[in-house]
């Protein structure tokens, strides 16, 4: 237990390059299927681009920093297993799967963007943007509210729901012209 806290801090900012990763895939997502708007010679630099800078990010950031951050997360799981009987940790954890799930949906418009399948405009993709942000905020509050969060779950679950209506609604608004 002594190394704990090491654990804890090394998970952490694991954490914070991992979302970094992840926030910054879908901008470059946007960016590259905007290109379709270009002319053709414009097109071929800046795919070629942003293939680059997409591989790049997601070998040498995002997945080894989401591999750290699941390997720092169930050794602090082993080393304190009394967290698994925690309500808090049960809605970290359910919104840890949603996050492998938009993990995976990453890692397939990486792949379909990588071969020019553009199977989404860019205001949906800047709408997905956002379902990571989402997801980051229940697990920080899960994990600073502790009982609080459980406490007020249904108040919680309200905003979060209003809080995604209305990043929705900006991003709409914002890019309604696209």
């Given at each position: 237990m002594q190394f704990y806290p090491?654990?804890?801090?090394?998970?952490?900012?694991?954490?914070?390059?991992?979302?970094?990763?992840?926030?910054?895939?879908?901008?470059?997502?946007?960016?590259?299927t905007e290109t379709q708007d270009k002319p053709e010679a414009?097109?071929?630099?800046l795919r070629?681009?942003?293939?680059?800078?997409?591989?790049r990010l997601w070998n040498i950031?995002?997945?080894p920093a989401g591999i750290l951050v699941l390997a720092t997360g169930i050794t602090m799981l082993v080393l304190n297993s009394a967290l698994l009987t925690?309500?808090?940790?049960?809605?970290?954890?359910?919104?840890?799967?949603?996050?492998?799930?938009?993990?995976?949906?990453?890692w397939r418009t990486l792949k379909e963007i990588q071969k020019d399948q553009y199977k989404m405009k860019s205001v949906r993709l800047r709408m997905m943007n956002e379902v990571a942000t989402l997801l980051l905020f229940i697990i920080v509050f899960?994990?600073?509210l502790k009982g609080l969060f459980m406490q007020y779950w249904y108040w919680i679950l309200i905003s979060f729901v209003a809080?995604?209506?209305?990043?929705?609604l900006i991003?709409?608004?914002v890019n309604r012209k696209k």
């Amino acid at each position: 237990m002594q190394f704990y806290p090491i654990i804890k801090a090394v998970h952490i900012i694991f954490v914070i390059s991992y979302f970094a990763g992840l926030f910054y895939i879908v901008r470059l997502f946007i960016y590259h299927t905007e290109t379709q708007d270009k002319p053709e010679a414009e097109q071929n630099v800046l795919r070629k681009q942003f293939r680059f800078m997409e591989e790049r990010l997601w070998n040498i950031i995002t997945v080894p920093a989401g591999i750290l951050v699941l390997a720092t997360g169930i050794t602090m799981l082993v080393l304190n297993s009394a967290l698994l009987t925690q309500p808090w940790m049960h809605i970290k954890l359910t919104a840890v799967i949603l996050l492998l799930g938009y993990h995976l949906w990453s890692w397939r418009t990486l792949k379909e963007i990588q071969k020019d399948q553009y199977k989404m405009k860019s205001v949906r993709l800047r709408m997905m943007n956002e379902v990571a942000t989402l997801l980051l905020f229940i697990i920080v509050f899960a994990v600073i509210l502790k009982g609080l969060f459980m406490q007020y779950w249904y108040w919680i679950l309200i905003s979060f729901v209003a809080v995604g209506v209305l990043i929705m609604l900006i991003v709409r608004l914002v890019n309604r012209k696209k």
